[in-house]
Nanobody
C-alpha cells in the first residue's frame, strides 16, 4: 500500500514554470513505476508522463514533450513534474499515480494508487 500526496499547484501565467511534487509513503515506493495524469471537468483523466521505478525510462504525452520533465527521488519517496513554458491548455487537476510494476505505462487503468490531485491554472 502506498499513499500519494501532490503539491505545488497554483495560478500562473502562460509561459511561466511550475514544479509539482508528489510525496509517497510506504516501503515499496522505489519498486513502483510512477505517472502524472491530468483532468479537466467533463473529460477523462489524461496521461501526461511516466517514469520507471529506478528512473531510467520515461515517456511523455506528445504535447508536453520538451516542456515537461518527470523525475523521481526514491531515497525521499518523491516524484516531480517540472513544467516549463506553460500553456492555457495545461490548465487541469494534476494527479500522481503509482503502479505495482517497474516499467512505464500510459493507461490510467493500470495504475494502482492515486493521489488526490493539485490544481494548475494557467492564465493569459
Amino acid at each position: 500500500q502506498v499513499q500519494l500526496v501532490e503539491s505545488g499547484g497554483g495560478l500562473v501565467q502562460a509561459g511561466d514554470s511550475l514544479t509539482l511534487s508528489c510525496t509517497g509513503s510506504g516501503r515499496a515506493f522505489s519498486t513502483y513505476a510512477m505517472g502524472w495524469f491530468r483532468q479537466v471537468p467533463g473529460k477523462g483523466r489524461e496521461f501526461v508522463a511516466t517514469i520507471s521505478s529506478l528512473g531510467g525510462t520515461s515517456h511523455y504525452k506528445e504535447s508536453v514533450k520538451g516542456r515537461f520533465t518527470i523525475s523521481r527521488d526514491n531515497a525521499n519517496q518523491k516524484l516531480y513534474l517540472q513544467m516549463n513554458n506553460l500553456k492555457l491548455e495545461d490548465t487541469a487537476e494534476y494527479y500522481c499515480a503509482a503502479r505495482r510494476a517497474s516499467s512505464i505505462a500510459i493507461p490510467a487503468v493500470v495504475y494502482d494508487y492515486w493521489g488526490r490531485g493539485t490544481r494548475v491554472t494557467v492564465s493569459s
